[in-house]
């Protein structure tokens, strides 16, 4: 059974970074494109970055040049790296593949305020 676990969030001031963490268990990880998706307040599930099992990285236009999304298959883990958050981007972020498992994550809370 596909377990995720994310890890890494917490409270920002805007203009700051975090990097988050997601391991993913059960699954053959280094054929699967995966993916971080977040969830703000009142707002539908998104997906914000992801990257193909050869490498290849998408982002959303509202994060291209302050996200950055990697993955490490030796470990079956993918990092994102949020650089200039903005307040707007509080939200639960999770990992899935890019076409989702069903099993979610508990996902990692972002909350970006002064």
């Known amino acids: 059974q596909v377990q995720v676990v994310e890890s890494g969030g917490g409270l920002v001031q805007p203009g700051g970074s975090l990097k988050l963490s997601c391991v993913v268990s059960g699954i053959m990880f280094r054929i699967f494109g995966m993916g971080w998706y977040r969830q703000g307040p009142g707002k539908q599930r998104e997906l914000v970055a992801h990257?193909?099992?050869?490498?290849?990285?998408y982002y959303a236009d509202s994060v291209k040049g302050r996200f950055t999304i990697s993955r490490d298959n030796a470990k079956n883990m993918i990092y994102l790296q949020m650089n200039n958050l903005k307040p707007e981007e509080t939200a639960v972020y999770y990992c899935n593949a890019v076409q989702p498992f069903s099993n979610w994550g508990q996902g990692t809370q972002v909350a970006v305020s002064s």
């Open positions: 990257i193909t099992s050869s490498e290849t990285t």
